[in-house]
């Protein structure tokens, strides 16, 4: 495998990751889902697809989360229920080396899903005291469930916990961002060193460094500016649409 694989994409996969950091980092989000929507356009092997996902969402969480940090948004006890489950699976996740095909389709379902929930997301609700995640069991139980995907395929989780937190009314919209920022980068993390202790690869060190660097800058600008929540929504569909058109392309291409 050639060390610069991806060189021939960067002119058009650097604005792209940089334009995604700054939509999802603006919505607490790591852009996951994203970077790997683009990265399987260029054919590249899963290993770096993965790895290079892991490292984008851990830079653009690890800048938003020292943000939110220094806000205190969130207490410990908001916090370690939701990564008790999901640390421990998302690196048992990343330990996997799945068969190509099974890799690719199971990237096409989770990217689709990911898709409709941007694109039906509702983002005011009521905030709801009681319900199955606002007890220690749900939380854990749907943190492992969420966990254990993310490290299979090489994201954070947060593009799937968040919305259903929305969905039920979980904490406010604030509250919700933090946490899944922080669920993202912790189970990112967890992925990327599970990933890298058990498959041999060789790192793109030139090409990873500059799409991290990008989707630094994209986090600046997210976190710094909000969107205006018509904005964000309409911005929310494009990509929805765009990462639909891959998960059907992925499916398509690998259950034919």
Not at 20 to 47: K, P
Not at 200 to 205: C, K
Not at 207 to 234: H, P, Q, Y
Request: hydrophobic fraction near 55%; include cysteine.
């Amino acid at each position: 495998m050639e060390l610069h694989f991806l060189s021939d994409n960067l002119f058009w996969l650097v604005p792209a990751f940089f334009a995604i950091a700054v939509l999802y980092s603006s919505a607490g989000f790591g852009g996951g889902t994203g970077y790997l929507s683009m990265m399987v356009i260029t054919d590249v092997d899963q290993s770096i697809v993965r790895w290079v996902s892991y490292m984008c969402n851990i830079t653009v969480t690890g800048f938003s989360g020292v943000r939110y940090g220094f806000r205190k948004v969130l207490t410990f006890n908001e916090i370690w229920p939701w990564v008790l489950g999901s640390v421990p699976l998302a690196f048992v996740g990343g330990q996997l080396k799945l068969a190509d095909r099974l890799y690719f389709i199971l990237l096409g379902i989770l990217l689709l899903m990911a898709a409709m929930l941007l694109l039906f997301q509702k983002r005011k609700r009521e905030i709801r005291v009681n319900g199955v995640f606002n007890t220690l069991v749900g939380q854990f139980s749907l943190g492992a469930v969420i966990g254990l995907l993310s490290g299979m395929v090489g994201v954070g989780g947060g593009i799937f916990l968040s919305p259903i937190l929305h969905l039920v009314g979980w904490k406010t919209p604030q509250k919700i961002a933090a946490l899944s920022t922080f669920f993202i980068f912790v189970n990112a993390l967890s992925g990327a060193i599970a990933f890298a202790t058990r498959n041999a690869f060789q790192v793109p060190i030139y090409d990873a460094g500059i799409l991290m660097a990008a989707v630094l800058f994209g986090a600046v600008i997210g976190t710094n500016f909000s969107l205006s929540e018509k904005g964000k929504k309409r911005i929310r569909s494009i990509t929805g649409v765009l990462v639909a058109i891959v998960a059907f392309r992925l499916l398509w291409q690998h259950l034919g």
